[in-house]
């Protein structure tokens, strides 16, 4: 079945590394999906990897899949204020682009 | 590059009207997916359309419809509006479509409030 679930929120200080885990259900997903939400705006695609790769790294950003235990998780490195939002993780499985997102984690950085 | 355009970006409507949202996807995308953002149900998949073709449909009543034109625009279309209909509107494109779907690009919503 199709479940995606995230913890509801992570409090992290400047210059940290911030890691935000997310688990799915589903084996068949072909990509998952990272995005920032600030207030009031849409959803900015991050990061997204493969479902046949374990690790991507975009700069600051590294996605690390684990398939046997269903498990995506996002690692901010050297974090910043301005990374304060709230992120969805989301796979697609379906015909018709069909994301199914977590219900997102708000995270906090301290200055 | 222009990004994925929705407009309106905000609007106000009462019940029982009518609303049509606008997504115009980025140049060169064929496939323009719809979802709705709401602060108890969460971001949910209405439909998708690509090359003018639904594809897949979410679990939302008739009065949900959309549309996609030749040029990849789309359309929305939310009839006999209900107070639970107000709700932050998505639109997403992306190349293709599933399952080699890769890049998948969100606009900044069109928020309904229905009065």
Known sequence: GEDVEQSLFLSVREGDSSVINCTYTDSSSTYLYWYKQEPGAGLQLLTYIFSNMDMKQDQRLTVLLNKKDKHLSLRIADTQTGDSAIYFCAEVLAAGNKLTFGGGTRVLVKP | ?115
């Open chain 2, 1 to 115: 590059k222009a990004g994925v355009t929705q407009t309106p970006r905000y609007l106000i409507k009462t019940r029982g009207q009518q609303v049509t949202l606008s997504c115009s996807p980025i140049s060169g995308h064929r496939s323009v997916s719809w979802y709705q953002q709401t602060p108890g149900q969460g971001l949910q998949f209405l439909f998708e359309y690509f090359s003018e073709t639904q594809r897949n449909k979410g679990n939302f009543p008739g009065r949900f419809s959309g549309r996609q034109f030749s040029n990849s625009r789309s359309e929305m279309n939310v009839s006999t509006l209900e107070l639970g209909d107000s709700a932050l509107y998505l639109c997403a494109s992306s190349l293709v479509s599933h399952p080699n779907t890769g890049e998948l690009f969100f606009g900044e919503g069109s928020r309904l409030t229905v009065l």
